[in-house]
């Protein structure tokens, strides 16, 4: 493994380490290019918190320690400074304004919760709800459209326990959105370093016969998962198993400052 774009850091509140930390690893690793991509901040209205990303006052310090660390590591490895973001309908406008003053290299799509946090509910409780599984599927091909995100982690991330054929059905519509708009999906490593629910075979079944472009994300929420070796093995593993070539090499990067 040579490429991840899927880092976290402290800010978030539920990663540990500090970003050298983290550097230095996929270094030792063989990592040539490392991307950053913490829990986006988020503008809500009124008093509401989110528990599990970093708050925008912390957007400076993310951005700065990082360019700081580009530059002093220029030699030994490419960093890139993303976020992970969902696309919230509501409250996307403001967190494209938030971002704008900084040169965010990438965005990635990360749809944790269907509407959004405050009067949605999470994307992963188990739903046998056919409408819940298309919504949540259409809100996160809206995002794909927005054109401002590089990549989707976790597609399938949202639990469905009802028909499998209308599980099918919703993912092959993100996966046809993925080819046509050319932009990759991701495995997940920490659902499958953590044994989750997901990486789900049933998804990526569909996803392998789509022709979309499929990558692998660390979703490193400590220094020691970025490549971690057995991990990456049991990645590739899963992806052979399902008839999967991954797409390994460095990714375009669409760079939200350019384009809003
Ligand atoms: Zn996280
Ligand atoms: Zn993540």
Known sequence: MTVNYHTHTVRCRHASGTEREYIETAISRGITTLGFSDHSP???DG???????????????????????RDEYND?????????????PN???????????FDIDYLILG???LENEIEGEYSSKPTSDPDRMTAYISQVIKGMETGLFTYVAH?????????LA????????ICSAARELDIPLEINMLGLRDSRFYPYKEFWRVAAQSGCRIVMGCDAHEPASVAEPENVRQTRAFAKELGITLDEDPIVLRKPGNLI
């Open 91 to 101: 409250y996307f406008e403001e967190f494209l304004k938030l971002i704008k003053p």
């Open 111 to 113: 749809q944790h919760f």
């Open 166 to 173: 209308i599980y099918r059905h919703e993912a092959a519509r």
């Open 42 to 44: 988020y503008i809500f």
């Open 47 to 69: 008093v509401y918190y989110s528990s599990f990303r970093m708050r925008p006052e912390e957007l400076k310090d993310y951005y700065e320690t990082l360019a700081a660390l």
């Open 155 to 163: 597609p399938d991330v949202i639990t469905f326990t009802g028909d």
């Open 76 to 88: 030994r490895i490419d960093i890139k400074i993303g976020l992970e973001a969902e696309y919230y």
